[in-house]
């Protein structure tokens, strides 16, 4: 008789109220599962892809450019739980070790769906290819839902 054996991986989230989120996960292939916390590698929605586009013909020139590829090609993942942190992966592009990131140099301000301010900022690595989209709230909480039709460029 021959039973097959499945591995998983325990996945943790960490709230910012201190909540831990954890999943259990089945392991494939050579041991890699692409999944943070509760959250699966997913591609950019319509209006990730519009923010960086407006942020990529805003900067224009050789940086403009590298962003605007990036975000065609890029997959995304939330590394928070409330996705206040977005992080990308470039298909083919081997990211180096982390050694800080730089942000673009152009910021948005927009509401969250309870009328709490936002700062919207866009990263890129060490390299200047696309790393990570960050919601600041400067209110009470968790990020709820942006509202993208309040953004404004900076």
């Not at 996945?11 to 201190?18: P, R, W």
């Not at 997913?42 to 923010?51: C, I, M, Q, S």
């Not at 403009?64 to 065609?72: M, P, Y």
């Amino acid at each position: 008789m021959h039973h097959r054996t499945e591995r998983y991986i325990i996945a943790l989230a960490f709230g910012g109220s201190g909540d831990v989120a954890w999943r259990s996960l089945p392991v494939h292939g050579k041991g890699r599962h692409k999944c943070y916390g509760e959250t699966m590698m997913r591609p950019l929605t319509n209006k990730e892809r519009d923010f960086i586009a407006q942020i990529g013909e805003k900067l224009g020139g050789s940086e403009g450019a590298q962003l605007l590829a990036d975000a065609k090609n890029a997959s995304a993942i939330s590394a928070t739980v409330d996705s206040s942190r977005i992080q990308f992966e470039i298909p083919g592009y081997e990211r180096p070790k982390y050694k800080g990131q730089r942000r673009y140099g152009v910021e948005g301000k927009m509401l969250d769906q309870d009328g709490a301010e936002l700062s919207v900022l866009l990263h890129a690595d060490e390299n200047g290819r696309l790393f990570e989209l960050e919601f600041i709230r400067w209110g009470e909480g968790d990020l709820i839902n942006p509202d993208w039709n309040t953004l404004k460029l900076y």
